[in-house]
């Protein structure tokens, strides 16, 4: 049995997002997962361009971003700017469909699910199909009717969808996927202070945060910035700090939750995949200048569970800082909260929920 998992390139989260699910599929259900980025079948040069442009604007134009979020985040389901934006790449799709012949499609990002809605409705003969949403917040881009199984992060959001008036089988409150190693790497001793740039060094005001960490952080304990692939940024670290240790390139999954593990405190961006890597290690976060569009949405809903907590600048970043290592009980009940609402297991959780479907007759 195969399944299709359509991925992009647009930030690195919705990658290990699918990456994830396609292990746990072949690992623990048998099935052959395939993860294809269907713009770069679709336009290799275009698909290239325009996720350079994304990262260009997420960088140094984000309110530019946040305001086009914003402005399209409550519109009706099936708008006609979603019509506009999932028209690209739609032969595409059914070429593919029709060469691969899966059991199963699962997009996991959003315009995806818009190219599954407008082939059903046309009566284009399409796969089981299976929506996978990667932040605590669901932008009108991600809901269309006659999806065969969402996957959703939170319950609040399985509301939302409901209230949106979504027409599909089935809503599932899985988590978002991610390697299981994050469940399993939770160090008691941690002494170890982890800046997280991002896999583009997308993190505003990297250099804000190392100095006052610098200055924040008690002695004995280490601290790492992680650069990503932005080589620029780690050979400035390299000059700028002192204590601090940049590591550059792409790490492993296991490495990387190693480090989240073993954390007293993540300062990182907050993407939806980082976000949940850090509730499974159960390592509290502090998300600086968070940056606008889904990435604020993920920051309120830490904020508003009181599982994480937010900087907006250098002097909310410093108190915040110095009030975790002195008030040892704030970080105590942080921790109480990240584990009322973590879901373990969440790339298992959709793995299984896509063979228990896949199984089903209709």
Request: a positive charge; hydrophobic letters at 40%.
């Amino acid at each position: 049995m195969k399944v299709l998992i359509l991925t992009t390139s647009f930030g690195g989260g919705h990658n290990s997002v699918a990456k994830a699910i396609g292990r746990s599929l072949e690992e623990h259900f048998n099935i052959n997962a395939k993860i294809i980025n269907l713009y770069e079948v679709y336009n290799s040069f275009l698909n290239r361009l325009t996720s350079k442009g994304y990262v260009y604007m997420m960088k140094y134009f984000p309110h530019l971003y946040g305001f086009f979020y914003n402005k399209t985040h409550n519109l009706e389901k099936a708008n006609s700017l979603n019509m506009l934006i999932i028209k690209p790449g739609l032969n595409t799709l059914k070429e593919l469909l029709k060469k691969e012949d899966p059991a199963g499609v699962v997009a996991v990002y959003p315009t995806y699910g818009g190219m599954f809605y407008y082939l059903k409705k046309r009566g284009f003969s399409i796969p089981k199909t299976f929506v996978v949403i990667t932040d605590f917040i669901a932008h009108v881009q991600w809901l269309y009717d006659y999806i065969d199984l969402y996957f959703v992060p939170t319950l609040e959001m399985k509301i939302h969808l409901y209230k949106k008036g979504i027409i599909c089988k089935k809503v599932e409150v899985s988590g978002i996927p991610i390697q299981p190693e994050f469940d399993q790497f939770k160090s008691l001793e941690r002494n170890l202070i982890l800046i997280s740039a991002g896999l583009y060094g997308m993190t505003p005001s990297i250099f804000e945060i190392g100095k006052v960490v610098e200055e924040t952080t008690p002695e004995g304990l280490e601290i790492i910035l992680l650069c990503g692939e932005d080589r620029r940024l780690y050979q400035k670290a390299k000059e700028v700090f002192k204590r601090i240790k940049p590591l550059s390139g792409i790490l492993s999954q296991t490495q990387i939750a190693e480090l989240i593990g073993k954390s007293y405190l993540l300062i990182s961006k907050a993407g939806g995949l980082t976000t949940s890597e850090a509730l499974a290690s159960e390592t509290p976060m502090i998300v600086y200048k968070p940056l606008p569009g889904q990435e604020y949405f993920n920051a309120l809903y830490l904020e508003k569970n009181e599982a994480g907590l937010v900087a907006n600048n250098k002097e909310e970043l410093k108190r915040l800082i110095k009030v975790i290592f002195e008030k040892r009980e704030l970080r105590e009940k942080l921790i109480q909260n990240i584990k009322r609402i973590k879901k373990p297991n969440s790339a298992y959780q959709v793995a299984k929920g896509i063979y228990d479907e896949l199984q089903r007759e209709d």
